[in-house]
């Protein structure tokens, strides 16, 4: 069974937005053709998507065909939404419509989907709320999901942000996984551009990468994990740039303690896998499109800490999820098992565990 941990879904229609919250910047879903529609920001097309962007039955057609009929997709929704610049009330609204949809599509197909939930980050209280309603069982007036998605930045703020740890706390404290998603990358001019990122795609071709590696070295260095042990965490797109930019990383910390060394003792290259075979203390998906890259991803993590991740149905993604991993002749039966579905397993925790054991089987 394969478990694709990085796909995203979005409703087929929900409300004006500027006209729900009385301003502009929110997405709007703009049906131009048949099982085509383009994301619209104030008049201004963001990307275009089709219908298995919102179709539960597409995607499941699609699984069955790319992956086999027993893969399951976790759901997340597209990061544009996060609407993290918006007054806080009204990103918890759109949050609690987005999440509502989510838990309906699990509900329609559960062994087919999980889902992870959105929270308003720039409000840390009402982050906390919406996270508890999330993970709270359906049966006790919650969505029963295994955790959130949130971005690598709140407004700038990175992910050591006291405000942005007091949602990580909560998160580690209801035992809720965390997956985090590039969003807002550096790079921005003053009239909203992408400045020296604007050509190529290299905003998301470098300034992706870039802001996840920024991330995950505000999570290590800025002591978030020495004070969250239990924190389940995951990264997409492999990390970013961190995995080739460890050993600078690292070196760093060791030179300029008097800089890199402010919140924690504990050194990058101590939260990854130790000579014993400790995995790493935090995860990330696989979704580095090249077999070498993941070789060493394996080797730096563990492949208890590496799991199979998509990032249907965009482009940057793989187009056959899994299909590297399984045409890579040097990775053992266990270590495939481990990245295609068991990794993932154990990050989405218990409940799910429970859930697809019968298919597992």
């Known amino acids: 069974m394969k478990i694709d941990l990085h796909t995203h879904i979005l409703p087929e229609r929900w409300p004006d937005l500027r006209e729900r919250y ?90 087919r989907f999980i889902g992870l939930g ?19 069982a359906a049966g006790r007036g919650g969505l029963g999901m295994p955790g959130v998605q949130i971005g690598t930045n709140v407004n700038g703020r990175n992910l050591d942000d006291p405000g942005v740890f007091a949602v990580l706390q909560a998160a580690e404290s209801l035992g809720a996984c965390v997956f985090v998603h590039p969003w807002e990358m550096l790079g921005r001019d003053g009239d ?52 080739g930019t460890i050993g600078r990383i690292q070196h760093g910390f060791e030179s300029r303690k008097d800089l890199c060394g402010v919140n924690t003792a504990t050194p990058p290259r101590a939260f990854l896998r130790q000579a014993d075979g400790t995995p790493a203390r935090f995860y990330v998906d696989s979704l580095v499109h090249d077999p070498d890259v993941l070789r060493h991803l394996i080797g730096l993590m563990g492949a208890e800490r590496v799991a199979l991740g998509s990032d249907y149905p965009f482009p940057l993604g793989e187009e056959t999820p899994g299909a590297m991993i399984e045409a890579m002749g040097d ?28 298919a597992s089987a």
């Not at 399951?72 to 939404?81: A, D, I, N, W």
């Not at 980050?121 to 709270?136: S, T």
Request: aromatic letters at 8%.
């Open 22 to 111: 009385g301003y502009g910047g929110w997405v709007a879903l703009e049906h131009h053709k048949p099982c085509c529609a383009r994301m619209m920001i104030d008049g201004k097309a963001f990307r275009e998507i089709e219908s298995n962007c919102w179709d539960p039955r597409v995607r499941l057609d699609e699984m069955g065909r790319l992956m086999g009929l027993q893969s399951v997709q976790v759901l997340s929704t597209v990061p544009v939404m996060f609407s993290y610049w918006a007054k806080p009330a009204d990103a918890l609204d759109l949050a609690r419509l987005l999440n509502d949809h989510i838990a309906s599509v699990v509900q329609d197909f559960p062994d």
């Open 118 to 136: 959105t929270i308003p980050m720039q409000d840390p209280d009402l982050a906390v709320k919406e996270l508890e309603r999330c993970v709270l």
């Open 192 to 243: 909203g551009g992408w400045g020296r990122l604007a050509s190529y795609w290299m905003a998301w071709l470098v300034g992706m990468p870039a802001e996840t590696c920024i991330a995950i070295c505000s999570v290590l260095m800025g002591g978030v994990l020495d004070r969250l042990p239990r924190l389940k965490i995951c990264f997409a797109h492999g990390g970013g740039s961190f995995p």
């Open 331 to 358: 990775l053992s039966d266990g270590v495939k098992g481990r990245l295609l579905g068991g990794t993932a397993v154990e990050f989405l925790g218990a409940q799910v565990r429970s859930k697809l054991a019968p």
